[in-house]
T-cell receptor, first 115, second 111 residues
Framework: NAGVTQTPKFRILKIGQSMTLQCAQD?????MYWYRQDPGMGLKLIYY???????DKGEVPNGYNVSRSTTEDFPLRLELAAPSQTSVYFC??????????????FGPGTRLTVT | KQEVTQIPAALSVPEGENLVLNCSFT??????LQWFRQDPGKGLTSLLL?????REQTSGRLNASLDKSSGRSTLYIAASQPGDSATYLC??????????FGAGTTVTVRA
């Protein structure tokens, strides 16, 4: 049981390039999330998904796109990378049922630098 | 909009001292509160989850309390060790999907 996995671990992009951050989970969780963490700040939600084929915007969606074709995978696409997208990106997942006992599980993160 | 604040931003203590980390939030209508540990360059490890109906949770040397009415949670770490050095994040869940995070408290335990 690998939990939540992310690739790559590190990436340097030039301004204007595009890339896809990969995220996969093997816990059969319905809910998946993408966050970004800037230095000295808390995590901010970029996009989330409540199941295959269903995605929605979080707090900071501009400059990103997502898709969810399977329960396991939730890739994050950066189009036309900008220096403001330099950050650490975390993927997370949780069970789909409501309730106060549900917790989110996080991947190890992808450190992205745009120069 | 839920705002989560963690004070202090950094804390340095000698080994063996008890740690007290504070988290405050502005909207008391929460589902739960989670405390995470983050080591440098690593992901988040969940330490404790307190449901909205609970007052505290304990795991080993860790104890977390929750006072919804005052919008506060406190994480206590007893008899700190150098291995406890990390950043501790507090996150509040306000609906089915959204976690609002504080900026964290970076702890250094001196041997």
């Amino acid at each position: 049981n690998a939990g939540v996995t992310q690739t790559p671990k590190f990436r340097i992009l030039k301004i204007g390039q595009s890339m896809t951050l990969q995220c996969a989970q093997d816990m059969n969780h319905n809910y998946m999330y993408w966050y970004r963490q800037d230095p000295g700040m808390g995590l901010k939600l970029i996009y989330y998904s409540v199941g295959a084929g269903i995605t929605d915007k979080g707090e900071v969606p501009n400059g990103y796109n997502v898709s969810r074709s399977t329960t396991e995978d939730f890739p994050l696409r950066l189009e036309l990378a900008a220096p403001s997208q330099t950050s650490v990106y975390f993927c997370a997942s949780s069970r789909g049922t409501s309730g106060s006992g549900v917790e989110q599980y996080f991947g190890p993160g992808t450190r992205l630098t745009v120069t | 909009k839920q705002e989560v604040t963690q004070i202090p931003a950094a804390l340095s203590v000698p080994e063996g001292e008890n740690l007290v980390l504070n988290c405050s939030f502005t909207d008391s209508a929460i589902y739960n509160l989670q405390w995470f540990r983050q080591d440098p360059g690593k992901g988040l490890t969940s330490l404790l989850l307190i449901q909205s109906s609970q007052r505290e949770q304990t795991s080993g040397r860790l104890n977390a309390s929750l006072d919804k009415s005052s919008g506060r949670s406190t994480l206590y770490i007893a008899a700190s060790q150098p291995g406890d050095s990390a950043t501790y994040l507090c996150a509040v869940r306000t609906n089915d999907y959204k976690l609002s995070f504080g900026a964290g408290t970076t702890v250094t335990v001196r041997a």
